[in-house]
């Protein structure tokens, strides 16, 4: 199975979701060779979400992609998800039968899918990253730079990413509203 994880901006973002993404597919025993869209640079929310640009992508890589994976922040918009379901509409009109897209909001960003997978410090409680709207700024800026990582690519997500995949049960059992229930849609169109 070829999978495209289509990030809202490559240029962070892909350190986070290759490692985890592989290893959700392994975890579900599914042999895939799974890519971030590095072509467009989309460059943010808005332009991830533009019906356009979404059509650019599924017409460039049609017929070589099985599965399409938007994946991107909510970034405290509760209705980012309706939107996202609206792309998922418009993506089914222009899809083979046997290729897919699934479109996915981290809840708040990407970021906390790290931190999911790793042990935080003692004084921070996981319902409160949850909460936050900013948990980048809030959260992870300061595990990253408390682990020296800040000069490191991404920020310390490459790094981070990866030893946060290792353990990705622990981050799909604390992050079921969203990469919880990613997998569940996955399972269910492979």
């Known amino acids: 199975m ?36 590095q072509e467009p640079l989309l460059g943010g929310i808005s332009q991830a979400t533009k019906t356009e640009n979404i059509a650019k992508i599924l017409k460039k890589y049609k017929g070589m992609v099985d599965l399409f ?26 899809l083979a039968e046997k290729a897919f897209f699934i479109a996915e909001n981290a809840w708040q960003e990407l970021e906390v899918w790290i931190l999911a997978g790793h042990t935080m410090p003692s004084q921070w ?43 990705y049960n622990r981050i799909a059992k604390l992050c079921p509203e969203d990469i919880g229930a990613l997998e569940n849609r996955i399972r269910a169109v492979i």
């Open 2 to 37: 070829n999978v495209l994880i289509i990030p809202e901006d490559f240029r962070k973002d892909q350190y986070i979701l290759q490692p985890i993404i592989n290893a959700m597919f392994e975890g579900m025993g599914k042999k895939a060779k799974i890519r971030v869209c």
């Open 125 to 167: 409680r996981w319902k409160d990253i949850r909460n936050e709207t900013n948990p980048k700024e809030m959260y992870y800026l300061p595990f990253a730079k408390q682990c020296k990582l800040l000069d490191s690519p991404g920020e310390g997500r490459k790094i981070l990413a990866a030893e946060a995949a290792r353990n």
């Open 69 to 94: 994976l938007l994946c991107v922040d909510r970034d405290g918009k509760q209705h980012r998800k309706q939107r996202l379901e609206e792309l998922e509409h418009f993506a089914s009109t222009l």
